[in-house]
């Protein structure tokens, strides 16, 4: 990667989806794009390294090789893993694995990104969930990770809001990608008795996620975040995204928890 004046971007599975499309727009509008993926960006403009988020260090080590050529301006962690299981049933390999892409990668991530910031200033946009607010049913180890997620964002913005290190956390609703396809579901055999509601709350997820906004929106979103003076911590996406998170932090939790359930046909 030769040295350019533009600003570049370092972003965390932007091979497919809302990271995707995030790259079109930034190498589209004059950024230089990095992509770090298990599999390439098919855009042109965009420069792949290839890293596991659960491989060790072979995210950071990605990153810092980035950091050491040029100033990294913006970094944006799309990467994720989904899995619909019980939580009785749910093997310690997946749930781990799922962690380490959905949390401990952001985190590895960040840790590697600041020291090219702290000198210059610099965004960091991390792509949670509205499910890391209303639990997706059988899908909880997903929710569970993107909580952490906002929390650490949350945690990461104080810290580093003094170095101009500008951190915010992007909490789209479902979004129609191939995501839905992509997630790990247990059969009937490894789900035994809950086999039928997690048939259930799987095909619930799929129709909200495909019904939901296209990745493209998503990605607008997150490029103008790039460039707001004062961006928010927490960004939703979405009136209905928005409208649903208020909601839930009205209503007493047990009447929030009934009306998701029945959202996810349980």
Do not use: H
Request: contains cysteine; glycine residues 8%; charged residues 20%.
């Amino acid at each position: 990667m030769e040295k350019s004046n533009k600003k570049t971007a370092v972003v965390v599975g932007g091979s497919s989806g809302i990271g995707y499309e995030t790259c079109v727009r930034l190498v589209n509008r004059g950024w230089d794009v990095v992509n770090i993926s298990r599999t390439p960006c098919k855009n042109a403009k965009v420069t792949n390294i290839a890293a596991d988020a659960a491989a060790g260090t072979a995210l950071s080590d990605a990153i810092l090789s980035v950091a050491e050529k040029t100033p990294v301006s913006a970094l944006i962690y799309s990467a994720g893993f989904s899995m619909a299981a019980p939580i009785e049933f749910a093997k310690e390999s997946d749930y781990r694995y799922l962690f380490d892409v959905n949390f401990f990668g952001a985190l590895q991530s960040i840790q590697a990104v600041i020291p090219s910031m702290k000198a210059r200033g610099g965004r960091i946009i991390l792509i949670g969930s509205i499910g890391g607010d209303l639990p997706i049913c059988f899908d909880s180890f997903y929710s569970a990770s993107k909580a952490a997620l906002e929390m650490l964002c949350r945690s990461a913005y104080s810290e580093l809001k003094g170095y101009n290190i500008k951190v915010t956390g992007v909490l789209p609703g479902g979004t129609a990608t191939n995501f839905t396809f992509k997630r790990k579901v247990y059969g009937d055999d490894e789900n035994k008795s809950y086999s039928q509601s997690v048939n259930k709350a799987v095909a619930a997820l799929a129709n909200i996620e495909q019904s939901g906004m296209q990745p493209a929106e998503v990605a607008e979103i997150i490029y103008g975040l790039l460039l707001a003076d004062k961006p928010p911590v927490i960004k939703i996406c979405g009136a209905k995204n928005t409208a649903m998170r208020l909601f839930s932090r009205i209503v007493p939790e047990k009447i929030t928890l009934k009306i998701n359930e029945r959202v996810y046909n349980q």
